[in-house]
């Protein structure tokens, strides 16, 4: 009875998924000989561990939303996608879900080789809780995605692992489900086939399915996902807006949680002692004689408040404030835009534009955009000041600090907006 | 636990079109690329029928009115239970990479293995029943009762089944002990011989052998041809159903954890 009443408040709530302190434990064998390596017969100690793959997850998905879930290996992705499929069982919390999954988990799963391509496409859907009816209706529909028409009534095995892979994502993605699990399953078969799955996956999303994408890959994640995860050790260590959670994640790679210049400042010191964050950090240097130095960046929007988000279209200002410790003739200031992959997108800087005869002791300089035509993403941003003839550096910060640029038509491409018009004519 | 068990048994019919398909395949897997096909399953009992026959009949003479179709409804039997539930020991362990990677309800596979057994005793025992013409057997109308000890034996099966299939995914031995004790067994049940061959303190010990009932009360439709007594019936029934329950229960209460054991 308490089950069903939760079932119509879920129905209510109008989500997908939920969790409540759902934690997943793994009794790790660790198996002990004394003195002995290499691989060995006799095991003489086995001691048992506890392991919490997962603990205290708490999340929730609407219905139609995308939902990312990210973090490095080991950090638990994939353990809380089987957890949400039900194929493992919680150690503890409480799960509700509220529709039909279907798990993009482990391609093929339900397979088996010594069956036709046909035959299995029963077999793995029935294993998927549905009825030979519906799957019969979806049959064609499913071998012509897949496009293995002339293969279909060859047993599996025969089948080389791109057909394999193929079959299966077909299967899945033509079976209309409530809720899809996606786990690193963009990469399947070849570059169409991509393409195809990729679209589907788009599709589904248009059907209000609702999605959860485990993926390295940050541009698929920031171009579908409404919402991100950052796992990190088996917790939730983010849980938000898309691009802040990418930047969650990619600050957590290098070992930092904060983007302010104060922070990297420290790190730089730190840099000189330790060869190892250089590498870490290869992307993002600072370099200069240090007469001028930039001691603070921040990004304004039209009202002059700081923020890190800017929408297309809207104004963008860079604010850059210096010391200097000696009067240094004709300066420049120079900023640059880049994408996450290093495409320097534009590199504007003052020495036509604007001359600074003597610089004072301290100051702050603002390059100001009206009308921004950056397109959505993600912009990483330099700043640096060289004397005249741009050959010697005071300062310079090389793709230190970046912003997101949301908003636009997602259906259109690139980084910049030409703002180009289209014009259609009939031809009499 | 009888809240997990309609759980388990409504995921059954939901995942119904799985279950069928499961035993499609296997059946279909089973004879694939072999000239007879199906008539294996035929063939190989009924020549072991006829080795042990020619053994027990004419060179150790074994002296009982049609003693082969005495021989062919104890084999068929035992057959039913010894063979479900060795192969099914391995339904769950087998099927672990499915089990790791998709949710379904796990009695789905031991109910599919068995199943698919069933439907090849259900053959043999078609064949049985056409021998009983052959060998001239009494033929009355207590075959009807048929049905009823095969369910039975349907039941008490499943029971092993799952209880083994449970232990196997724990401890790996299984299969060989099993294998083994089922060996002893088939000599320690009266298959070959009648139970009155034995002495009275002999022939208690031997009572309390469970398979014992179901092979005794498989020979009264095919062999006695008369209804057996109350107390029987309530005996195998109680049996099947107690060894139901506990391979049910097992199997239930640990069914979440297998994940973690393989």
Known sequence: ?428 | MLNKFIKEISEIHSFRHLLLNLIKSDIKLRYKNSFLGFLWQLLNPLFYLGILALVFSQIIRIQMENYVLFLFAGLVSWRMIQQTSLIATHSIVNNQELIKKVHTPKLVFPLATVLSQFIDHLTLSLVLFIFLFILKGKISAVLFIAPLIIFLIFIFSLGLSLFFATVYVYIKDTPHVIGIAFQALFFLTPILYPLSVLTSSMEKFFKLNPFYYFIEYFRYPFYYAKMPSAELTIIVCAISLATFSLGMYIFLRKKESFIFHF
């Not at chain 1, 529909?141 to 002339?150: A, E, M, P, Q, T």
């Not at chain 1, 279909?152 to 209309?176: H, T």
């Not at chain 1, 000041?385 to 005071?394: H, I, M, Q, W």
């Open chain 1, 1 to 428: 009875m308490i089950t069903i009443l939760k079932q119509v408040i879920d129905m209510d709530n109008n989500f997908s998924i939920k969790t409540e302190n759902l934690g997943i434990r793994y009794l790790l064998r660790h198996e002990y000989q004394k003195g002995k390596k290499g691989l060995k017969i006799f095991q003489s100690r086995i001691k048992k561990e506890e392991f919490w793959a997962l603990r205290n997850v708490n999340l929730e998905a609407k219905r139609g939303e995308v939902l990312g879930i990210i973090g490095v290996n080991g950090s638990g992705k994939s353990t809380l996608l089987k957890s949400l499929a039900k194929i493992l069982p919680l150690s503890e919390g409480k799960l509700w879900v509220n529709g039909k999954i279907a798990p993009l988990i482990e391609l093929g799963a339900g397979f088996n080789p010594e069956l036709t391509g046909g035959e299995n496409i029963f077999l793995s859907g029935t294993l998927l809780g549905l009825t030979n009816e519906v799957i019969g209706k979806n049959y064609y529909k499913i071998i012509d995605f897949s496009g293995l028409n002339k293969f279909i009534d060859i047993p599996l095995k025969n089948y080389s692992s791109g057909m394999f892979v193929r079959l299966a994502f077909s299967i899945v993605a033509n079976l209309e489900p409530d809720i899809v699990l996606i786990d690193e399953v963009f990469a399947v078969g070849d570059e169409p086939f991509q393409q195809k799955s990729f679209e589907k996956i788009l599709r589904f999303k248009e059907k209000g399915s609702t999605l959860l994408i485990v993926s390295h890959d940050l541009n698929t994640i920031a171009r579908l996902c409404n919402k991100v995860i950052v796992l990190d050790d088996g917790k939730i260590e983010f849980n938000g807006e898309t691009s802040l959670g990418i930047d969650y994640y990619k600050n957590l790679l290098k070992g930092i949680k904060s983007t302010s210049l104060e922070d990297t400042e420290k790190i730089d010191s730190g840099r000189q002692a330790s060869a190892e964050t250089i590498i870490k950090d290869k992307d993002s240097l600072r370099w200069g004689s240090g007469e001028i130095k930039i001691r603070k960046i921040i990004f304004l929007n039209e009202n002059l408040k700081e923020t890190n988000t800017f929408k297309t279209g809207e104004t963008f200002i860079a604010r850059i404030d210096y010391t200097s410790s000696e009067e240094i003739k004709n300066p420049v200031f120079g900023v640059a835009f880049y994408t996450p992959y290093g495409l320097l997108v534009s590199g504007p800087n003052t020495k036509s534009s604007l001359s600074i005869e003597k610089i004072p002791k301290s100051g702050t300089l603002l390059y100001k955009v009206e009308n921004l035509s950056l397109r959505r993403g993600e912009y990483f941003f330099s700043a640096a000041v060289y004397d005249f003839t741009l050959r010697k550096p005071y300062d310079h910060l090389e793709r230190k600090f970046k912003f997101t640029v949301y908003g636009g038509d997602p259906s259109d491409f690139g980084h910049i907006d030409l703002r180009g018009q289209w014009i259609h004519k009939k031809n009499d």
